[in-house]
């Protein structure tokens, strides 16, 4: 395995719903980006949104916010808001595609571990915002919206898949 591209996979799996209303969907799937993790600018934290950035071809997951979990080197799974996109708002269309991991209450520095990112629940889609106060707000709503995914996804079954895949 190469240690400097991602990998991939999607496995079956049971995603919680996004709101504790909603009604859990079985057999949602679960997909898998690895890989070393990157510097991001120091925009992010800046806004107060610090990222774990791993670099993803086109074609590999699709672009929104989800709700994820992410495995560290050691095996620990930290529930995360995921942003897959092009980043329009600072970038345009143009923008280097990059998958960027907010862990929740984790502070720890992990440039270079290689972790593996298991992509939940999208929770919207990328949007352009008109202003980074607007944004701001609308990451806030995201990770509200991932803790309450994180309380009712059920994380044997991210184990369950994590042996199904036999990694
Ligand atoms: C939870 C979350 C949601 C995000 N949603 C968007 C979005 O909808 N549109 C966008 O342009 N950027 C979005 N971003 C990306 C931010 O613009 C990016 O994290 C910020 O520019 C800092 O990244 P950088 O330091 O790599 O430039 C999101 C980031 C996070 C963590």
New binding site residues.
């Given amino acids: 395995m190469s240690l400097s591209a991602p990998e991939t996979a999607v496995v079956p799996g049971v995603a919680g719903p996004a709101r504790p209303t909603d009604r859990p969907r079985v057999f949602e799937t679960w997909t898998l980006v690895e890989g070393p993790v990157e510097h991001?600018?120091?925009?992010?934290?800046e806004?107060g949104?610090p990222?774990a950035?791993l670099p993803i071809e086109d074609g590999v997951a699709r672009d929104g916010?989800w709700a994820a979990t992410v495995e560290l080197a050691d095996g620990r799974l930290v529930p995360a808001?995921?942003?897959i996109?092009?980043?329009?708002?600072?970038y345009g269309r143009d923008g280097v595609r990059?998958l960027?991991a907010?862990l929740l209450d984790f502070s720890e520095d992990i440039y270079g571990q290689h972790i593996r990112v298991w992509i939940g629940h999208r929770l919207?889609l990328?949007?352009?915002?008109s202003s980074v106060e607007a944004?701001i707000e609308?990451?806030r709503s995201?990770?509200d919206d991932t803790r309450e995914w994180a309380k009712v996804t059920p994380w044997f079954l991210t184990q369950a898949s994590r042996d199904w895949t036999g990694r």
């Fill in positions: 991001g600018d120091k925009r992010g934290r806004l949104f990222t950035n916010v808001t995921v942003s996109g092009r980043r329009t708002t600072f990059l960027e907010f919207r990328q949007k352009r915002f944004l609308q990451m995201d990770v």
